[in-house]
Structure formats: structure tokens, C-alpha cells
Nanobody, 123 residues
Framework: QVQLVESGGGSVQVGGSLRLSCKAS????????MGWYRQAPGKQRELVAR???????NYADSVKGRFTISRDNAKNTMFLQMNSVTPEDTAVYYC?????????????????WGQGTQVTVSS
């Protein structure tokens, strides 16, 4: 299995910055794409940003130019630099990894999720 642990969430004022981290650990054979998702109260979970093992990124239109996703493959860690935040960025942010593990002597690829970290933007 793979464990994903997010950190860096908290409260920030409008226009401020925050940096989220996600550390993957466990019986990892390889990590393919990783991503950040968020879920605001009463809303569906949505993709914020995603990054492949080769570094190709894609972003939700709402965060383009403000958020930057990156990863350190050697440390199985992913980051989300959040700048110029707005109240609409308030949500629980979840780390996701498309990872391959060894299970019963076979390679199994599946999605893993972290527990989430709260980000609150106040004016």
C-alpha cells in the first residue's frame, strides 16, 4: 500500500501564499502522475493541478498563473505553491497518486488518496 500525508495547510489572508506538501511512503514500485484536488463545503471534489513523473503539468483554469505544482521524484514528495489566494480557494486539499505497488508478487497500479489538509482564506 501507499500512504500519502499532506502538510502545510492552514489559514491565510487574501492575497497571501501557502505551500502544501505531500509525502508518499510504503511499498512503492513507482509513482506515475500525482495531483492535488480540493473540495469546498457543498461542492464536488475538483482537480487543482496534476504532474506526471516526467514533469508535465496541467492546472484548473481557476488557479492558472497563481498556483505551481512540483515534485521531487527522489523523495516521493509533491508540492503546491499557492500564491495570490482568494476566498474561493478555501477547501480541503487532497493529495492523489497514481502508483504501482507490488502485491502478491504482481505489479498493481491504482489511485491512492491522502486524508486532506484544510486551507482557509480570510479577508
Amino acid at each position: 500500500q501507499v500512504q500519502l500525508v499532506e502538510s502545510g495547510g492552514g489559514s491565510v489572508q487574501v492575497g497571501g501564499s501557502l505551500r502544501l506538501s505531500c509525502k508518499a511512503s510504503g511499498s512503492i514500485f513507482s509513482i506515475n502522475a500525482m495531483g492535488w484536488y480540493r473540495q469546498a463545503p457543498g461542492k464536488q471534489r475538483e482537480l487543482v493541478a496534476r504532474i506526471t513523473s516526467g514533469g508535465t503539468t496541467n492546472y484548473a483554469d481557476s488557479v492558472k498563473g497563481r498556483f505551481t505544482i512540483s515534485r521531487d521524484n527522489a523523495k516521493n514528495t509533491m508540492f503546491l505553491q499557492m500564491n495570490s489566494v482568494t476566498p474561493e480557494d478555501t477547501a480541503v486539499y487532497y493529495c492523489n497518486a497514481d502508483a504501482t505497488i507490488i502485491q502478491f508478487s504482481r505489479r498493481v497500479t491504482r489511485d491512492f488518496w491522502g486524508q486532506g489538509t484544510q486551507v482557509t482564506v480570510s479577508s
